[in-house]
Structures are given as structure tokens and as C-alpha cells.
């Protein structure tokens, strides 16, 4: 629950024409997503109980549930449509209205949940305890909304959130059942507050650092939460912070501080896991091999430059901040252009060959060497064996093909420099 992941829980049993058996092993009830042909249904399971789903088509509203946890599956294929509508208004999506026209929009999405709860939920017969979650899931798709619309518009004046949506930017409300029962919209609504409302609220948009990390551990230590509140939020700090830097000092310190105050969490499992991947990609260890396509459509591999220091840049033609950054690495290119023992490489990840290409004929400051890695799931992909979640990223490979930094400093840190000439000593 402090990760976004996906976690596959059931496989293929067995399978014949017009009928899927799967098997779930699940400790207890929970939610849990139903993927078919790229389509996400909600689902809630319990142990040791059968659920059978008898589909026309994808439409969660022509779905037939039979089996115990029926009533409450129906339910969710309604709630869920509820949500799909809830992305647009008039032909727009919703964080494309004006703050009038949305809050006219989320009244109207409470009002079908509301409808929803009271034709359906509040007719069965299912526990209080279950109705409440249900309901409550709603509430958070709600939120979910709320935070997106508030970013979208407020993203780094977050002070100035109108009061309508003040309430977006204080810590989302906190229950037990929603970590138990495995409510990845609960989970998606706390990254939101701690990677980029807290963060926003802590420091300069433009100055966000590893000290970051540690102020928004330091202000959840300092609020008035629940304990578990206090647990749940500050795991997710680690967590997210983690996977964007990897293994450093400010992330040894968060964690460090974090089992202090609570050493028998529920979540250290998980950050365990996430730091153990991370060790593989440590200072010292082999750097991962990847390969892709050269504009002249040849194969280069990370391996055939073995002996040379070799920076890496993660881009693609559509990153904004990917492309802010070139001018200062052909600055940083110049100052080595006359050390044959560096290189530049640059890994596209555009699936328009076409727009990578032409703009590398286009932009002067784009000199060095580059591949095109059209999918990050293909053959020879860096995406996975160096966790990466988002561009740019760079990386720093020493000349014995040894991992220095897997999350390096961007060209315009000034740091650069320094780091590749200590490897040449």
C-alpha cells in the first residue's frame, strides 16, 4: 500500500472457449483490479469464496456478478462507471474547466455517488463494516479529483487554492480498512499529498533537493496525526523517495529515522524490497547492459564503450525538462570534447523515430552518441533494470563498465564535471 505497483495476485487456472478459471490466494478481503484487454475492472474478493463474472463486453455496468460477494461487486461495476464519466464535462476533461465550472462538475459526480448509496448500497444486507468502505472508496475517487484539479491549476502556488478546494491540501482522511483492504485509490490520493502537495507546500518548486525528504518527514513527525497516520505517511515519504533517487545519504537517513519510530511496521517489508533492488544498481556494482538503435539504424550497446567513462541521458523529444537541459550538456561536452576516454550517451525513448531524428538534426546542442529505445519493454530496455520511473534520469559508468551514480546530477547542477574528472585521475 506505500506502492504504486502493481502486484499480480491470481493466475490462469484454466481456460477454454467463452470461460477463464483464475486462482487468487489472498490473506483476507480486499480489492483488486480485473485487467482485460487494457481494461481495469474493480473487483472486491474474499478467501476461500467464489466469484463468477459473466461479461458481454468490458462495460462494467453489463457485468453479472453470482457468488457471496455479488452485492458488493455490482456495486463497484456502478460506482466504477460513475468514475469513468467523471473524466469528462462537455466534451473536456476535467481539469480543463474553469473552478466554477468543476466545482458545478464534482457536485454533480457526489450527487450520482450519493444516488448510488442510497438505491443500492443502503438496500443490502452486506456487514456495516463493508458498506462503509465501499462508501468511503467514493469519497476518495473524490479527493483523487480534487488533488489532480488542484495541481493542474495550482501546482506550484499551492497558497493560493480557493476555499472550495483548501481542503485538498491537508492530509487526506486516514483509515485503517483502506490499507487492509488494499484500496489502491487510497494509496494513489496519499503519493499525491506527500510527493507533490507537501513537497510544493516545503519547498521552491525550483529548488526541490534531498533536504525535501527530510522536511516532509519532519512536518509529518510534527503533526498532530494518529500514530498510523504518522506510520502510513512517513513509509510513504521513504518509499517515494526511494524510488526517485535510489540509495543516498538523505534516503539512508529518512529510513534510518523511520525504524527508529516504528521498527515493527506493517511496511518495512516493502521498503526492504524496494532498497534491496536499489543495492543492485549501488556505487561499485556492474552497470546493467542495455542496447538500442543508432539514427543510422545499427545496434550500440552500453558494453561495446567498456573502458571510457560514459554519461547517460534518459530523454525523449516530448520532455519539456529533458530538452532544458541541453544546452548546458553540450557545455559540459565541450569542456571534454578533447578526452577520448568520456562519452555522452543519449537514450531515447520516443516511439516516433521520425520526431527523434528530425530533431536531432534540428538542435545544435544534441552532440554525442545516441540510440533510440522505442518501448521500455523491448529487448535491451535500461527502463527496469535501472528502475527508472520518469525523465530525464542520468547516470554515470565508470571505465571497468562499474555503476558510479544510477540516479546522477543533471548537466545543469554543476556537479558533472567534477564527478567524471575524479574518474579520470
Same mark, same amino acid.
Given at each position: 500500500m506505500i506502492s504504486s505497483e502493481p502486484i499480480s495476485i491470481g493466475h490462469v487456472l484454466h481456460q477454454e472457449t467463452n470461460q477463464v478459471v483464475l486462482e487468487v490466494v489472498i490473506p483476507g478481503p480486499q480489492f483488486a483490479f480485473l485487467e482485460i484487454d487494457g481494461t481495469f475492472l474493480p473487483l472486491y474478493l474474499e478467501p476461500r469464496r467464489d466469484l463468477q463474472l459473466y461479461m458481454g463486453s468490458t462495460d462494467p455496468t453489463s457485468i453479472r456478478f453470482e457468488g457471496p460477494?455479488?452485492?458488493?461487486?455490482?456495486?463497484?461495476?456502478?460506482?466504477?462507471?460513475?468514475?469513468?464519466?467523471?473524466?469528462?464535462?462537455?466534451?473536456?476533461?476535467?481539469?480543463?474547466?474553469?473552478?466554477?465550472?468543476?466545482?458545478?462538475?464534482?457536485?454533480?459526480?457526489?450527487? $450520482?455517488?450519493?444516488? &448510488?448509496?442510497?438505491?443500492?448500497?443502503?438496500?443490502?444486507?452486506?456487514? @456495516?463494516? *463493508? /458498506?462503509? +468502505?465501499?462508501?468511503?472508496?467514493?469519497?476518495?475517487?473524490?479527493?483523487?479529483?480534487? $488533488?489532480?484539479?488542484? &495541481?493542474?491549476?495550482?501546482?506550484?502556488?499551492?497558497?493560493?487554492?480557493? @476555499?472550495? *478546494? /483548501?481542503? +485538498?491540501?491537508?492530509?487526506?482522511?486516514f483509515n485503517s480498512r483502506f490499507v487492509r483492504f488494499k484500496m489502491s485509490e487510497y494509496a494513489d490520493i496519499a503519493h499525491i499529498y506527500v510527493s507533490y502537495i507537501l513537497r510544493s507546500l516545503l519547498s521552491s518548486p525550483k529548488m526541490i533537493s534531498d533536504s525535501t525528504a527530510l522536511a516532509v518527514d519532519r512536518f509529518i513527525q510534527n503533526s498532530p496525526y494518529s500514530l498510523a497516520e504518522k506510520d502510513y505517511l512517513r513509509a510513504k515519504n521513504c518509499y517515494n523517495w526511494l524510488t526517485i533517487t535510489g540509495i543516498i545519504p538523505a534516503t539512508d537517513q529518512l529510513i534510518t529515522q523511520y525504524k527508529a519510530s516504528f521498527p515493527n511496521s506493517f511496511y518495512l517489508s516493502t521498503l526492504a524490497q524496494l532498497y534491496q533492488k536499489w543495492s543492485a544498481l549501488a556505487s561499485g556494482q556492474p552497470a546493467p547492459d542495455f542496447y538500442g538503435v543508432t539514427p543510422r539504424g545499427d545496434t550500440l550497446a552500453l558494453s561495446s564503450l567498456k573502458g571510457k567513462v560514459v554519461y547517460v541521458d534518459v530523454w525523449a523529444t516530448w520532455c519539456m525538462p529533458c530538452r532544458a537541459e541541453f544546452p548546458q550538456a553540450n557545455q559540459l561536452q565541450q569542456q571534454f570534447s578533447s578526452t577520448p576516454g568520456v562519452v555522452f550517451l543519449y537514450v531515447s525513448i520516443d516511439q516516433?523515430?521520425?520526431?527523434?531524428?528530425?530533431?536531432?538534426?534540428?538542435?545544435?546542442?544534441?552532440?554525442?552518441?545516441?540510440?533510440?529505445?522505442?518501448?521500455?519493454?523491448?529487448?535491451?530496455?535500461?527502463?527496469?533494470?535501472?528502475?527508472?520511473?520518469?525523465?530525464?534520469?542520468?547516470?554515470?559508468?565508470?571505465?571497468?563498465?562499474?555503476?558510479?551514480?544510477?540516479?546522477?546530477?543533471?548537466?545543469?547542477?554543476?556537479?558533472?564535471?567534477?564527478?567524471?574528472?575524479?574518474?579520470?585521475?
Amino acid at each position: 500500500m506505500i506502492s504504486s505497483e502493481p502486484i499480480s495476485i491470481g493466475h490462469v487456472l484454466h481456460q477454454e472457449t467463452n470461460q477463464v478459471v483464475l486462482e487468487v490466494v489472498i490473506p483476507g478481503p480486499q480489492f483488486a483490479f480485473l485487467e482485460i484487454d487494457g481494461t481495469f475492472l474493480p473487483l472486491y474478493l474474499e478467501p476461500r469464496r467464489d466469484l463468477q463474472l459473466y461479461m458481454g463486453s468490458t462495460d462494467p455496468t453489463s457485468i453479472r456478478f453470482e457468488g457471496p460477494s455479488a452485492i458488493a461487486n455490482g456495486y463497484l461495476a456502478k460506482a466504477h462507471a460513475i468514475r469513468q464519466r467523471a473524466e469528462q464535462s462537455a466534451g473536456r476533461h476535467y481539469t480543463q474547466l474553469s473552478l466554477t465550472e468543476f466545482t458545478t462538475h464534482l457536485n454533480a459526480v457526489r450527487g $450520482q455517488y450519493e444516488r &448510488l448509496d442510497q438505491t443500492v448500497l443502503a438496500k443490502t444486507n452486506l456487514a @456495516d463494516s *463493508l /458498506k462503509e +468502505v465501499l462508501s468511503a472508496r467514493n469519497q476518495v475517487s473524490l479527493i483523487f479529483i480534487q $488533488q489532480n484539479y488542484v &495541481l493542474a491549476h495550482y501546482g506550484e502556488k499551492l497558497s493560493q487554492v480557493p @476555499d472550495p *478546494l /483548501k481542503a +485538498v491540501v491537508q492530509p487526506p482522511l486516514f483509515n485503517s480498512r483502506f490499507v487492509r483492504f488494499k484500496m489502491s485509490e487510497y494509496a494513489d490520493i496519499a503519493h499525491i499529498y506527500v510527493s507533490y502537495i507537501l513537497r510544493s507546500l516545503l519547498s521552491s518548486p525550483k529548488m526541490i533537493s534531498d533536504s525535501t525528504a527530510l522536511a516532509v518527514d519532519r512536518f509529518i513527525q510534527n503533526s498532530p496525526y494518529s500514530l498510523a497516520e504518522k506510520d502510513y505517511l512517513r513509509a510513504k515519504n521513504c518509499y517515494n523517495w526511494l524510488t526517485i533517487t535510489g540509495i543516498i545519504p538523505a534516503t539512508d537517513q529518512l529510513i534510518t529515522q523511520y525504524k527508529a519510530s516504528f521498527p515493527n511496521s506493517f511496511y518495512l517489508s516493502t521498503l526492504a524490497q524496494l532498497y534491496q533492488k536499489w543495492s543492485a544498481l549501488a556505487s561499485g556494482q556492474p552497470a546493467p547492459d542495455f542496447y538500442g538503435v543508432t539514427p543510422r539504424g545499427d545496434t550500440l550497446a552500453l558494453s561495446s564503450l567498456k573502458g571510457k567513462v560514459v554519461y547517460v541521458d534518459v530523454w525523449a523529444t516530448w520532455c519539456m525538462p529533458c530538452r532544458a537541459e541541453f544546452p548546458q550538456a553540450n557545455q559540459l561536452q565541450q569542456q571534454f570534447s578533447s578526452t577520448p576516454g568520456v562519452v555522452f550517451l543519449y537514450v531515447s525513448i520516443d516511439q516516433n523515430q521520425v520526431a527523434w531524428k528530425k530533431l536531432l538534426q534540428d538542435d545544435t546542442h544534441l552532440t554525442g552518441i545516441h540510440i533510440n529505445q522505442a518501448s521500455v519493454e523491448q529487448a535491451g530496455s535500461l527502463w527496469k533494470p535501472y528502475l527508472l520511473i520518469s525523465i530525464p534520469r542520468y547516470i554515470l559508468i565508470d571505465q571497468k563498465g562499474r555503476i558510479v551514480q544510477a540516479n546522477a546530477d543533471r548537466p545543469s547542477s554543476g556537479k558533472v564535471a567534477a564527478a567524471i574528472q575524479e574518474l579520470m585521475l
